[in-house]
């Protein structure tokens, strides 16, 4: 079967390798489609050879399942699954919530250490299984298992109304996601990126207002546009130190942060920017087993627009095409279709 490997030096090479076999307690999955991430960045872009490099890449599976270890009971040959792809011990506090990422002892992902989903059958731990809805295609599921799931519970976490105004710095595919579900939540959405392929996209996902800040100062304009106050919410999507400021500095007194953007150190003014603001800081990092279910559930329930979310389909032949699409910031969200 083929399977994608990132050679380094944004590189990609398929090969073929031999079929995953399923241990008991795991299924082996045909995949119909995997999602790519900005976080598969640092390694495709990695000069030099690194122990992931080594393994199949791609943290947003979903397939079908082919065939299942003798102790496995919780799905079936035939299931459609998406993969909450953490591993856990199971025995944790975290775990037990179905918070397997934040296990203090198992440290282990598909995508990662392990191999992921950018290959035609996976075999995966039976608990790492979720049930597609039934009217959720597998593109959809596929962008719900990490990024979009990732940006809709931020967005629950805010707990905003459609009083309420949210500026979203950054629009690739968690941005866009998140201004998405807070447009279908009723929010009025202030976006801001420095791609106009992007600024438009959040336009069609439900951003009233956007802004580039090559050509304005987002804070002043956020200001211009809330009476002075500055925005009830804030969102942080890019982990850009200088954004992350803006986001803070953009918030009203009494806001909310939250932080969703990996990477890189910012310094603040602890006093002057947060304490005497009052502002409610928030760091949301992806979601449980069950916060899966409830992501896929809802863009089936309110027919989240995803169509417009994910832009482009690439077969794994493609893989470099769709790379390199992906890093040129022209693109929403991209999906893997594997058959």
Not at 223 to 238: P, V
Request: aromatic share 8%; proline share 4%.
């Amino acid at each position: 079967m083929d399977a994608l490997y990132f050679i380094g030096d944004s590189k990609i090479q398929i090969k073929e390798i031999p079929m995953p076999v399923p241990n008991d307690d795991e299924v082996l999955l045909k995949m119909k489609a995997s999602g790519i991430c900005g976080s598969d960045l640092k390694n495709y872009i990695e000069p030099q050879a690194s122990k992931s490099i080594f393994s199949v890449p791609g943290h947003e599976p979903v397939g079908i399942v082919e065939e299942i270890g003798k102790n496995v009971a919780n799905v079936e040959v035939g299931d459609r699954v998406m993969v909450h792809h953490y591993m856990g011990c199971l025995k944790c506090s975290m775990c037990r919530i179905g918070f397997t990422q934040m296990c203090p002892t198992v440290k282990e992902g598909y995508g990662g250490i392990l191999d992921g989903g950018h290959q035609e059958y996976m075999k995966v731990k039976s608990y790492t299984c979720i049930p597609i809805p039934e009217n959720l295609d597998f593109f959809s599921a596929a962008a719900c298992s990490c990024g979009t799931g990732t940006a809709f519970h931020a967005i629950k976490r805010l707990s905003m109304t459609g009083m309420d105004t949210i500026a979203i710095f950054g629009q690739g595919p968690v941005g866009l996601s998140a201004t998405m579900f807070a447009a279908q939540l009723g929010t009025k959405v202030i976006a801001i990126d420095v791609m106009d392929y992007r600024l438009t996209l959040a336009k069609e996902l439900g951003a009233e207002i956007t802004i580039n800040p090559d050509t304005d100062d987002p804070e002043s304009l956020i200001r211009d546009l809330t009476d002075g106050r500055g925005a009830d919410c804030t969102l942080d999507a890019t982990g850009i130190p200088n954004v992350r400021l803006q986001a803070v500095d953009s918030a009203k007194l009494w806001g909310k942060v939250c932080f969703v953007g990996e990477g890189n150190m910012t310094n603040f003014d602890v006093s002057q920017q947060i304490i005497h603001k009052q502002l409610t800081i928030i760091g949301s990092w992806t979601f449980s087993q069950s916060g899966l279910a409830e992501v896929a559930d809802f863009v089936t329930e309110q027919n989240s627009p995803m169509s417009t979310l994910i832009t482009h389909t690439f077969k794994l032949e493609k893989a470099q095409e769709a790379y390199n699409t992906f890093t040129s910031g022209a693109s929403g969200k991209i999906i893997f279709s594997i058959d």
